[in-house]
């Protein structure tokens, strides 16, 4: 611990020969069990439980089912459990001899248990791996977590790209929207213009016979009087 009180990085001291052929020789007689199917709502504390009645167990993993947000949301919905769901499952124990005997007794067996349990009906379908080491499972899931998030990336980049394009299309869209709006305008301020001097010609020309009209209606009294002495001279 330095002089402000944390402690500092803890060191791994690395195994002594002894340790190393002891840890190999417990990995060498272990033996696992592969549980194809974990029924709806059992938790890995429950599977520890119920196979720790016949041997002594060393781990235990649940395999979660991958799920979409709408699967879970449905599941979380429409289902009596709001937990994890699990898929499948590995039992490590500590004797291989034992996780071949469970194995053979518990496979294609309903669970049993008490009357009105959970999971009293529900059968076991397990299987067990000869020559399967743990070391195998974490690699295995290490590798399914690394594709995993692979794919993740691979669905955020192609996902940023399509938003991407959606934005670039509405900005291009509301750029048209605009440059066909001006051109409207602009057509109307034209034919405004062009309508104005045909509408002064038409006034002026409707000026012009009216003024027309009115001189034709001064000269005709004086026209008929002219023709009417000519009419009577005539005669008489």
């Known amino acids: 611990m330095d002089e402000a009180g ?30 194809s199917r974990i029924p ?12 720790s ?33 699990y898929t499948e499952g590995w039992v490590e124990f500590k004797e ?27 059968v076991w379908t397990m299987k067990y791996l000869p020559r399967f080491k743990w070391n195998m499972l974490t ?13 993740l990336r691979v669905e955020l980049s192609q996902s940023r790209s399509e938003q991407h394009e959606y934005l670039k299309n509405v900005e291009l869209a509301r750029v048209l929207d605009k440059r066909a709006e001006r051109k409207r305008a602009a057509g109307k301020g034209h034919e405004f213009r062009d309508a104005a001097p045909k509408r002064r010609a038409l006034e002026d020309g409707e000026g012009e016979a009216a003024q027309s009209r009115s001189k034709r209606k001064k000269a005709d009294p004086a ?14």
Not at 40 to 51: A, D, E, N, Q
Not at 59 to 76: G, I
Not at 139 to 150: F, G, K, L, T, W
């Open 40 to 51: 709806p709502g059992m938790r890995p504390t429950k599977v520890r439980h119920i196979m």
């Open 223 to 236: 026209d008929s009087g002219d023709m009417l002495e000519s009419v009577l001279s005539s005669v008489f």
């Open 96 to 122: 291989k001899k034992v996780a071949r005997s469970v194995a053979e007794m518990l496979n294609a067996q309903p669970i049993g248990g008490k009357k009105g349990t959970r999971w009293r009906e529900d």
């Open 6 to 35: 944390f402690a500092g990085p803890k060191v791994v001291q690395p195994l002594t020969p002894e340790a190393l052929a002891a840890f190999k020789a417990t990995e060498e007689k272990a033996g696992v069990v592969y549980i």
């Open 53 to 85: 009645q016949y041997g002594e167990i060393r781990r235990v993993y649940l395999q979660q089912e991958v799920t979409d947000a709408k699967r879970a949301y449905l599941r979380k919905k429409f289902t009596s459990t709001k937990k994890a769901h």
């Open 139 to 151: 690699e295995q899931v290490a590798h399914e977590a690394a594709e995993h998030a692979a794919r």
